[in-house]
């Protein structure tokens, strides 16, 4: 199953974690990001987060992150487990 058939989320809003919030979305993907450091690393989060959606197979979804400086490996995992929950896995 590769549709996100669900609200999901994942992580918390403390510092160096990223939370993520997972919908249905039927046009496409639609990415908000949220950052403290985002003049800096927006680009390498939105990155990250296109290539995680893409080895998943995500192709329609609305994701929303708030970070708070979280690593890479981070972001990585929270999205992956926000795409599992909003996949119904």
């Keep these: 199953?590769?549709?996100i058939i669900c609200r999901a989320t994942a992580g918390?809003?403390?510092s160096s974690?990223?939370?993520?919030t997972l919908e249905p979305h039927a046009q496409g993907?639609?990415?908000e990001i949220d950052s403290v450091v985002k003049n800096q690393f927006g680009d390498a989060i939105q990155k990250t987060v296109e290539d995680v959606l893409?080895?998943?197979?995500v192709r329609n979804a609305k994701l929303s992150i708030v970070d708070r400086g979280a690593l890479d490996c981070v972001i990585?995992?929270?999205v992956e487990t926000a795409v599992m929950r909003g996949k119904g896995e």
């Design 17 to 20: 974690d990223v939370f993520v």
């Design 12 to 14: 918390t809003l403390e």
């Design 1 to 3: 199953m590769n549709d």
């Design 54 to 57: 893409a080895e998943l197979d």
């Design 29 to 31: 993907l639609e990415i």
């Design 76 to 78: 990585r995992a929270r």
